[in-house]
């Protein structure tokens, strides 16, 4: 693993031409567990604003 060779035939002693596709052949799949627990978040986020609207609502009824 050690003699794997870049694109251009260059040695790369490091092996990291060979983790760096390793980590682009795994990035969709990190994307898309990212993108399915995104649901929940907006969720979360669209009911703490929500809630926000709510309390200025009441504040600035109570104070007109």
Known sequence: MANTQGPQGNHDPAGSTQMFRAFVDEAPQGRQAASTGGGPRVGLIIG???AVAV???VAWLALK
């Open 48 to 50: 703490v604003v929500l």
């Open 55 to 57: 309390v200025a609502a």
